[in-house]
């Protein structure tokens, strides 16, 4: 907390207040069966993906009280709605981004504080490039190629076909961000290609 603290004094000073929170952190760690993953993982994995955003919220929050005014964004992901068997840990702190988001919006909502999630699923970015470039030279084929067996193999449930862009869930963000979304609070946006099943 007291990192946090440092920064939020250091972006005090140099900018005023904090307006707009997007809290984008995390990290998938250990996979595979159910039986094979450490109790430890979950706990590091809590605090990583969970903990890290209720420390940084509480210490933005009273200057959005102040002003009236504040947007607070939570990155969750598809895996929060639709888990998947072998991310247990995963799934887990991702569902518990959601139900954050929704709690602090109904508590939140009296001071004009509008709290939403941002939920992805399979996204292109840089260490997914790399993963796919492993893979493509590993199997001797195109990069375009190894990344679509893996999303036939891995994430068939997406409707669109692809991964999704970095820009498309930037413009979830910003839209959550604007005055466009003044009256959105407590939702889950989901950026996924059609992936989640449910409605």
């Known amino acids: 907390m007291k990192d946090v603290d440092h920064l939020i004094r250091k972006i005090k000073d140099e900018v ?18 159910f039986e094979d993953i450490s109790e430890d ?5 809590y605090d990583l993906n969970v903990v890290s955003m209720v420390r940084v919220t509480k210490a933005v929050l009273p200057g959005m009280k102040a002003k009236g005014w504040g947007r607070i964004i939570n990155m969750s992901s598809e895996n929060g709605l639709q888990p998947y068997p072998d991310m247990v840990p995963y ?12 709690a602090l919006s109904k508590s939140l ?9 941002v939920s992805p699923a399979f ?12 893979q493509a030279e590993s199997k001797g084929i195109s990069k375009e190629d190894a990344e679509q067996k893996f999303l036939e193999k891995n994430r068939p449930d997406i409707v669109l076909g692809r991964s999704g862009k970095t820009d498309e ?5 910003v839209f959550l961000a ?9 939702t889950n946006l989901r950026v996924d290609g059609g992936s989640v099943a449910s409605v």
């Open 169 to 173: 869930v930037g413009a979830a963000v």
């Open 178 to 186: 604007s005055e466009q979304a003044s009256f959105i609070t407590g």
């Open 16 to 33: 005023g207040d904090v307006d707009i929170l997007v809290n984008n952190v995390g990290g998938i760690g250990e996979t595979g069966d």
């Open 123 to 134: 996204i292109y970015t840089p260490l997914v490039d790399s993963m796919m470039q492993k």
């Open 91 to 102: 799934n887990l702190t991702k569902a518990a981004v959601i139900n954050l988001s929704k």
């Open 109 to 117: 909502g009296k001071c004009n504080i509008l709290v939403n999630t």
């Open 41 to 45: 993982i979950y706990l590091k994995l």
